[in-house]
């Protein structure tokens, strides 16, 4: 990922984080029912939540009908876009510093049941 | 509200919300099957310039090249009625699709040109066989982009 890491509080918590990053999949619009049903959540947390990231403006929301049904479609503006793929990145060097420091607490713990020091590395002759 | 520094799976379960919508973009019978249509309707065009407007009246034509318009746009429509999700077929956008796409066009013009050129050496049995490969290599295609474009959806587009 090219974007530059950098946390965004506003879509930081779960669903709002879920709701952005489905629309920023690849689909040009995605109706109500699909997020709804992709991202497990209920009618009532997607609406709440959509309303926030539209004011934010973050996503944008278009209303229409099918026959006489109402139906809601939505998709992430590029101020959307341009936040999660920041907060993203920020969230996967999270989550591999949070593996490097298991790796090296494995390392260690194994290094002390042998009962020796982890081997150092070896410094070039030159 | 749940925070994701709190939950490090957070990532993973936006792998799989995508997977899942994703999943959703399988087209149904009937997308295929128009489509099989759209593209037999676009490949008989030679046939019908060739055989059916010497001195009969244009109507045939225009019905079929009305009747491919109509599919051209409601297919997508139903596609995105089914599945709930809007993407552009013809988009250049979706990179994992890309070839498919490519092969479409050049199989719709190598085909239509080859057709021409068979009805006008008078070999009318070689072009209905070419058509109709023509036709079968299309409905692959498009199922071959088709996955290509869920392919991206699952990836996530480009956004992690």
């Known amino acids: 990922m090219t974007a530059k890491a950098k946390p965004d509080p506003f879509i930081h918590p779960i669903t709002r984080l879920s709701i952005?990053?489905?629309l920023a999949a690849g689909a040009d619009w995605v109706e109500f029912a699909a997020l709804r049903d992709a991202a497990g959540?209920?009618?009532?947390?997607?609406?709440?939540?959509?309303?926030?990231?539209?004011?934010?403006?973050y996503v944008q929301v278009r209303k229409g009908a099918v026959g006489r049904r109402p139906r809601t479609w939505f998709r992430l503006t590029a101020q959307g876009r341009r936040a999660l793929e920041g907060h993203l990145a920020w969230l996967a060097q999270l989550e591999e510093a949070a593996s490097a420091s298991s790796r090296d607490v494995s390392q260690v713990?194994?290094?002390?049941?042998?009962?020796?020091?982890?081997?150092?590395?070896v410094p070039s002759p030159d | 509200?749940?925070?994701?520094?709190?939950d490090p799976a957070a990532l993973e379960r936006l792998r799989v919300q995508r997977s899942r919508l994703a999943d959703r973009m399988e087209p149904p019978w009937w997308y295929?099957?128009?489509?099989?249509?759209?593209?037999?309707?676009?490949f008989a065009g030679p046939f019908i310039l060739?055989?059916?407007?010497?001195?009969?009246?244009?109507w045939p034509s225009l019905i079929?090249?009305?009747?491919?318009?109509?599919?051209?746009?409601?297919?997508?429509?139903?596609?995105?009625?089914?599945?709930?999700?809007?993407?552009?077929?013809?988009?250049?956008r979706y990179r994992l699709g890309l070839p498919a796409l490519i092969a479409m066009i050049v199989v719709w013009f190598a085909a239509s040109e080859t057709e021409t050129f068979l009805i006008r050496h008078g070999l009318l049995a070689a072009a209905i066989v070419v058509a109709a490969l023509a036709v079968a290599a299309q409905v692959t295609l498009l199922q071959?982009?088709?996955?290509?474009?869920?392919?991206?959806?699952r990836a996530g587009g480009g956004a992690a």
């Open chain 2, 144 to 153: 071959v982009r088709l996955r290509g474009i869920r392919q991206e959806l």
């Open chain 1, 109 to 121: 713990t194994v290094s002390s049941v042998n009962g020796r020091v982890a081997p150092r590395p």
């Open chain 1, 41 to 57: 959540i209920s009618d009532s947390v997607l609406s709440k939540q959509s309303v926030a990231l539209e004011d934010a403006g």
């Open chain 2, 64 to 92: 079929g090249t009305a009747a491919a318009l109509c599919l051209l746009r409601l297919l997508p429509w139903g596609l995105t009625r089914a599945t709930g999700i809007t993407v552009r077929l013809w988009n250049l």
């Open chain 2, 50 to 58: 060739q055989y059916l407007l010497h001195g009969v009246p244009t």
């Open chain 1, 20 to 22: 952005c990053g489905l």
């Open chain 2, 1 to 6: 509200m749940p925070d994701v520094v709190r």
């Open chain 2, 32 to 42: 295929l099957t128009g489509s099989a249509v759209m593209w037999a309707v676009l």
